[in-house]
């Protein structure tokens, strides 16, 4: 498989420029807008729910002062402890959705790829016990490393092997990494079903997913923290079936230029 980067000296037209430029733009937008929504949820919930939870405590001491019967105080006391369970649990999710829209910013170091992507493989096997993820090295040049977060790194191929995994069920997942001229390359390609081609444009936008189960957040974000990290990561339909990400990092010591391509393609 070719995972030839940018020939040196040649520069992408401003035709494609333009709507690369724009789909980038567009994907930060939305996942700004999701953190916004997210921010205004967690705080309409945290304030009744910090009410709930300082009541509920309230009240245990009391009736811990006011029953007498051990019995009854712990029958009573079980039900607080429950309504303090719950309440706690919703400001984790909340708190969960804040950390989820806001990656913050990465801490670009020299990083190994492969073992990020190895990392992830090993997560997600654990994951779907039955996934069978194919891990292929371009060893004739060599993987070197890249400039990049390395949790993020581990956290973006953790979406998309999960993507892959939940809709390959026990069919093979392709992973193939190689090198550029200016960059690094992952492939990971599913077995599933596919995505329709205008379904297609919609995969990186907040809270969208072809799945019930999931969250709609994973891809958005993997996106942004790519391009964060000077990356690209698209994805494309598969003639036989299935879709293909592909996600590009720049090599340590080189500059992003050629790795700015995200979204569908």
């Not at 990656?103 to 994951?127: I, Q, T």
Request: aromatic share 6%; net charge neutral.
């Amino acid at each position: 498989m070719s995972c030839s980067g940018t020939k040196r000296g040649r520069k992408p037209s401003k035709a494609k420029e333009k709507p690369k430029a724009e789909m980038e733009t567009v994907a930060a937008e939305r996942l700004e807008a999701a953190g916004r929504l997210a921010g205004w949820i967690a705080h309409q919930i945290n304030n009744p729910l910090g009410a709930i939870s300082g009541n509920a405590q309230l009240l245990a001491r009391r009736l811990q002062r006011d029953i007498g019967d051990p019995d009854t105080l712990r029958v009573y006391l079980g039900y607080l402890e429950a309504i303090q369970s719950h309440t706690e649990r919703c400001a984790r999710i909340t708190g969960e959705a804040l950390n989820f829209t806001r990656p913050g910013d990465p801490e670009l170091r020299k990083v190994d790829l492969s073992e990020a992507v190895m990392e992830a493989a090993d997560l997600v096997r654990y994951a779907y016990p039955n996934s069978r993820i194919m891990l292929a090295l371009d060893n004739e040049r060599g993987i070197p490393e890249v400039k990049a977060d390395r949790e993020w790194l581990t956290r973006v191929a953790f979406e998309i092997l999960s993507n892959a995994a939940a809709v390959s069920e026990d069919r093979p997942i392709s992973v193939h990494i190689c090198a550029g001229l200016s960059d690094v390359r992952v492939r990971i390609s599913d077995s599933g079903p596919g995505i329709a081609e205008d379904v297609l444009p919609r995969v990186f936008d907040p809270f969208f997913s072809t799945r019930d189960e999931a969250r709609g957040m994973g891809l958005t974000v993997s996106l942004e923290m790519t391009r964060k990290m000077g990356g690209s990561l698209k994805v494309e339909r598969k003639k036989e079936g299935g879709c293909t990400f592909t996600a590009a990092f720049p090599l340590w010591g080189q500059r992003a230029s050629d790795c700015t391509d995200s979204g569908s393609g």
